[in-house]
């Protein structure tokens, strides 16, 4: 059974480890994840300043997600789903949340610089190609910015 819990302090390097194995998925090399250790190095400053949330599935950490508000607008910070879960409805439910959390927090859109590979998720999920975005982690590298008006 999967539940979504709020993420804990003592688990952050491990759910930072997560999001790399992740985020590997699309075939990057060690130099391009290295690139993105800062960015996804999820912190105690997150947990505080952010909604922060753990999917658990047989006491295991599958996946992992992060919004943040500010005025009427939310970002999608992070959403990351442990390889071998793929495909098995995590991302689904970890969007959702996500779209409920923003929106009971007040905002009006939800904004997501997603990875190129993941932007079709994005599209089924119901959000909307709105530009591109600098990349936090890799100097020159555009994303693929998507909305979803809440
Ligand atoms: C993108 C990601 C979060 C999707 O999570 P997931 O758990 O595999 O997705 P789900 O199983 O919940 O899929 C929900 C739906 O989206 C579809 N889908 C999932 N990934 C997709 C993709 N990359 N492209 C197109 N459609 C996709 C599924 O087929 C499913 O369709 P359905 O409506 O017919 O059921 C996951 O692939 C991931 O963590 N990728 C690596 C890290 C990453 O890039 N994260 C996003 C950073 S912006």
Redesign the pocket.
């Known amino acids: 059974m999967l539940r979504l819990r709020p993420a804990r302090a003592d688990e952050l390097p491990a759910v930072t480890e997560l999001c790399l194995r992740?985020?590997a998925?699309?075939g990057y090399d060690a130099a391009f994840i290295a690139a993105c250790r800062t960015e996804l190095t999820v912190t105690l400053d997150d947990l505080r300043g952010s909604c922060c949330v753990v999917a658990e599935q047989a006491g295991e950490a599958v996946?992992f997600a992060q919004v943040s508000v500010a005025g009427d607008t939310a970002v999608?910070d992070?959403?990351?789903?442990e390889?071998a879960?793929?495909?098995?409805?995590?991302?689904?439910?970890?969007?959702v949340w996500a779209v409920e959390t923003a929106g009971r927090l007040g905002a009006r859109r939800l904004l997501?610089?997603?990875?190129p590979?993941?932007?079709?998720?994005?599209?089924?999920?119901g959000a909307r190609p709105a530009g591109t975005a600098p990349s936090g982690s890799i100097p020159g590298r555009r994303l693929p910015r998507l909305a979803l008006d809440l």
């Open positions: 992740s985020k998925v699309w996946g999608l992070k959403l990351f789903i390889p879960c793929l495909r098995s409805g995590i991302g689904r439910r970890l969007w997501i610089d997603a990875d590979d993941a932007a079709d998720f994005y599209r089924r999920m």
